[in-house]
């Protein structure tokens, strides 16, 4: 087991973070006058990885679960037209929702608001990480 220290809550953003939201919200824009549905797809899926990554700390299996449903909703919708994109967006964002409270419930949760959600968080870090 490798030791790292306990540091829960929102993960202050890194260089790399900063540079890919800088560069989303330079993108989105110039994007936006060839395809609004693609710049649209950018700024989601950029923003849903600082969400995932940054303050909501999604376990890898989880945002992996995300992404894959997120990949299969573009390419019904944007692929082959079988679903509209009001409905891929909001079945993605269900999923969201879903894999946010997966992740809300287990005792490893150490995201946003990780003292009221899970209390006991400290306890299972010294037992586990420690």
């Known amino acids: 087991m490798t030791t790292t ?4 809550g929102f993960r202050k953003p890194s260089w790399l973070d900063v540079a890919i939201l800088l560069s989303t919200a330079i993108a989105v824009p110039v994007l936006c006058l060839w395809s609004k ?14 969400l995932f990554c940054n ?7 989880l945002e992996l679960a ?6 299969l909703l573009a390419g019904l919708s944007f692929g082959f037209n079988v679903l509209s994109g009001t409905t891929a967006l909001t079945i993605s964002l269900a999923t969201t929702v879903v894999v946010t409270a ?12 990780w003292e009221k959600i899970n209390p006991g968080l400290k306890q299972w870090w010294d037992a586990h990480k420690g």
């Open 37 to 50: 549905e693609l710049a649209l797809l950018l700024a989601y899926v950029v923003l849903h990885f600082f």
């Open 5 to 8: 220290s306990f540091q829960p």
């Open 55 to 61: 303050v909501i700390r999604l376990a890898t299996n």
């Open 102 to 113: 997966i992740e809300f419930r287990e005792p490893s949760y150490h995201g946003i608001y």
């Open 66 to 71: 995300w992404a894959t449903v997120a990949v």
